[in-house]
């Protein structure tokens, strides 16, 4: 049995989509930002960093994994699937992870701050973020243009961009003149496990959420200290 510490963000749904792709068996343990329970000492002795996701997989001796990318890897060698075991195959994987660790995830992550949280709208931080997001995603229709996954087969390459991407509208970034990467979106979005594992804990619909986007921004500020 695994036990997942999440919330609904991106970095959430990468683990629970992996989790439902896996058919692993494992139970959700919400975090609530609202009552900052990922600042709590209970929670930090789990994950130094006070962000979401964790896991404890307790077939494991309670083994503690935290930091969505270094989570998927693991579920993917505990369970033989979602990434190669050759070394050229794993590293093509792995690149294409990191790619969203380093690349995708922080610009979007920062162009959602400052187009939607933060309390100055800055232009110059607003349209450098956006236009790198864009740039990231180019990068991404490219390498789509030419494999039907980014490593080739269905990976965690892609489990750890598709929650980030299809959240682009929140970010204010077009995918316009990207047909590569709209044609991705679409055929991970019809995948069961994905849309099952977007909703855990809750879904959260980005149409839905740009209409009420006070409302909105409020239940996802507490997740920014």
Do not use: C
Request: net charge negative; aromatic share 10%.
């Amino acid at each position: 049995m695994i036990e997942l510490f999440t919330a609904s963000t991106p970095n959430g749904h990468k683990v629970s989509i992996a989790l439902e792709e896996l058919g692993l068996d494992y139970k959700v343990r919400a975090i609530s930002f609202d009552k900052k329970e990922q600042k709590e000492p209970w929670y930090l002795e789990l994950n130094p960093n006070g962000r979401i996701p964790t896991i404890v997989d307790h077939d494991e001796d309670g083994f503690v994994v935290f930091e969505s990318g270094a989570i998927l890897i693991y579920l993917a060698e505990k369970t033989g699937k979602l990434m190669p075991s050759d070394r050229k195959g794993r590293s093509l994987v792995i690149q294409w992870l990191m790619f969203q660790m380093g690349g995708v995830g922080p610009m979007m992550g920062q162009a959602n701050v400052f187009y939607r949280y933060a309390p100055e709208k800055i232009p110059y931080a607003i349209e450098r973020y956006q236009r790198e997001v864009r740039r990231l995603f180019e990068v991404l229709d490219r390498r789509l243009e030419q494999h039907e996954y980014l490593a080739g087969d269905y990976s965690i390459a892609d489990i750890a961009h598709w929650p980030w991407v299809r959240s682009y509208k929140w970010s204010g970034v077009s995918i316009d003149g990207l047909p590569h990467l709209e044609r991705w979106l679409n055929a991970i979005d019809q995948r069961p496990a994905a849309r099952k594992g977007i909703a855990v804990p809750e879904y959260r619909d980005i149409d839905e959420m740009i209409r009420k986007e006070n409302e909105a921004v409020s239940k996802i500020q507490g997740m920014l200290v």
